[in-house]
């Protein structure tokens, strides 16, 4: 039996994390520790857990830097466990997910990481579809997430998400999730260095479409780096800007120097629906208008940050190791 510590980054959520607290004491297989990462300014959280009488061992640690990037890396450091699991306050896990977890890591000492499936139901709708391909980089940089689809067997996969993953310590000695990332709140795409950088040093990640989570997203704020992705929110450029450095900076720190060149210019001459390229732009432009021309501009803008911090990064690498 593998002793393992969840951890809750929560943010003026009570009522959410109540909900996310409650799943975690029905485990079949029950954490040996929570960690609940809150804000110093939350008061609203810290009111409810005074108040809280949880079955199961929690413990609570103070952030005082805004954005999610800051509660996970306090959370790795709080951590006692051989496994550590993390969860959204806004998510509540099936009874079986910390089970079916570790047996995944019992059944291969190699596996780094491991997750599911996130069943995100938004205004009392499930989003109820079915993906094969799931957490997967292409050779040329573009992304495929789909965890909140992903249907079939278990299988090995290149980045996990946020809301459902946990990772093996060995696996990720001294790793820390990249403060160089953008965005107030949820600083979009942070799962991407870190789970190529696991890949990279050897281990395997998982992903189990029956390692569950039901996932309740909550109200985003203007500034959140996801707003623009949602059908229901108006386009924020600057938070679109934020999501595609935070993608190009993880993409280009973790691919090999072939594959970064064809990334950037993929990226560029083509791109995504999401993050368009001038392909994309131009194939949007006559339903979309003047709405097309600011995404290209924010995504190109996007793309530009973040070759130049991570450029920057390799400079102040390259100066320090010269003699």
Known sequence: MLNITVVVPTYRRPIDLARCLTALQQQSRP????????????????DFLRGCQPAVPLQTATVKVPG????????LEQAHGEIIAFTDDDAAPHPD???????????NDRVGGVGGRDWVREGGKLL??????VGKVQWFGRTIGNHHLGVGAA???????????????MAIAHLRFDDRLQGSGA??????????AVRRAGWSIIYDP????????AERPPTDPRLHQHPRDRFNATAMTQTVHNETLGLLEHLPW???MMFLLWAVAIGTQIAPGLLQYLRFLPQEGALATAKWRASLQGRWQGWQTWHQTRFTELTKDSP
Not at 68 to 75: E, K, P, R, S, T
Not at 128 to 133: G, H, T
């Open 31 to 46: 954490a040996h520790e929570v960690i609940v990462i809150v804000r110093d300014t939350d008061f609203a959280t810290w």
């Open 68 to 75: 999610v990037i800051a509660a996970m890396n306090l959370g």
């Open 97 to 107: 997910w910390l089970e079916r977890i570790e047996r995944h890591y019992l059944a």
């Open 128 to 133: 109820d579809d079915a993906r094969s391909i």
């Open 155 to 169: 299988r090995e996969v290149d980045i996990l998400k946020g809301v459902n993953m946990s990772w093996r310590r």
């Open 187 to 196: 600083q979009a795409h942070f799962e991407i260095a870190f789970s190529l």
């Open 210 to 217: 029956l390692v569950a989570v039901d996932h309740y997203p």
């Open 258 to 260: 072939p594959n970064r």
